[in-house]
């Protein structure tokens, strides 16, 4: 007698096709979408984690119109980084020459309930560059208790990332935004909305400081 597969069965199947139809080369899924800008998220081991532990790694990628450049002014920038990270109290980037390729951050994160406070300082690198065309820039967390002691109640986080600005016309860039996060402890259903819309807002705001009058 032949024997037809269920119902539930071939529910199953299809969410499973759908999944991985809607997942990357890299493993990432895409969350949410708004215009051209797309955001993606995976879950990997956060490197040299023992025991191994699963964080999110968040992409978004998105377009302005300007030049690499002037993108890569504006990360750097802490006059302006309250007008497109609206949940930053403080802010301080650390120079060591104006043409430099490496600079520290320090960052604290008013952030809603049900997250608590957090702070990071980071490393930033500008690793490779193809003249006039392509930027990579990689950032890490680093330990420098004289420019960023710890703060009793402040969360300090530890994440790892890179943007790559691409310039793919005489005034159009492509952007590729990576951040991977070590999780801290506070359920997935509470995190994903805050994170998703945050990175969103901030990704449109940082794009209408490029387009002076596109708003």
Sequence with gaps: MRQYPSSASILFLLFACTQALAQ?????TLVKKDGTVSIYERWIIFPASNPPVKAREVKGEFYFNNTI?????????EK??????????????????????????YSYHDIPWPVSDQDHFLEYKVVETIPMRKL??????????????????V??????????LEQIGPKQVKVTYRILSMPIGIP??????IIRSNIMTTIEEYVALLEPGAK
Aim: aromatic share 14%.
């Design 24 to 28: 990357d080369k890299e493993g990432f």
């Design 69 to 77: 450049f002037a993108g890569l002014r504006l990360i750097r920038d």
């Design 80 to 105: 302006k980084i309250k007008d497109w990270q609206g949940h930053v109290a403080e802010f301080k980037v650390y120079l060591q020459r104006e043409d430099t390729t490496t600079w520290q951050e």
């Design 136 to 153: 990579f820039i990689t950032f890490e967390s680093r330990v420098n208790e004289t420019l960023a002691p710890k703060r009793d109640g």
């Design 155 to 164: 969360t300090r986080m530890k994440l790892s990332g890179s943007w790559t």
């Design 188 to 193: 997935k259903f509470l995190t994903d909305p």
